[in-house]
């Protein structure tokens, strides 16, 4: 494993890397891994971006940009939101039912907020969520 002064900036000041410190653990960020099963408006482009966008305000974090591909034939939509504390990334199948969305943020972002947003917005029957701390920091 690398190291070196990541706590360090020029001239030895502290910088203000949005590590969070949960429960004794310090780690750069919480990700969600989300599979909605038997969800609807899968396909629709303009509801997508909606529901990316009120997940991102729940959540507390800052959108720099958003950007969606709607395949064809089947509908699908794939994309991301880029987010100053990280993102949101969706995959969805709606001859399926199912997506497969990624959340991960860092800083004061609460990504767990995004799940009931997502709920109400596609009704899936089944939803699954992992959670990963990304980049802890061993003691």
């Known amino acids: ?16 890397d949005h590590f969070i410190s949960r429960n004794g653990r310090l780690f750069a ?3 969600l891994i989300i599979d909605l099963w038997g969800a609807s408006r899968l396909d629709d482009l303009d509801h997508v971006r909606e529901t990316l966008v009120e997940a991102v305000r729940v959540a507390g974090a800052t959108l720099l940009h958003i950007h969606l591909h709607h395949f064809t034939p089947n509908g699908g939509i794939s994309g991301v939101a880029v987010l100053a504390e ?18 991960f943020m860092c800083g004061d972002a609460e990504p767990m907020k995004t799940i009931p947003v997502l709920e109400r917005a596609f009704t899936p029957t089944g939803i699954t969520c992992d959670e990963l701390l990304r980049g802890e920091i061993g003691e």
């Open 1 to 16: 494993m690398t190291q070196g002064p990541w706590t360090a900036g020029e001239g030895g000041e502290a910088q203000k």
């Open 29 to 31: 960020g919480t990700h």
């Open 86 to 103: 990280s993102h949101i990334s969706i995959h969805s199948w709606p001859e399926r039912g199912y997506a497969a969305l990624d959340v």
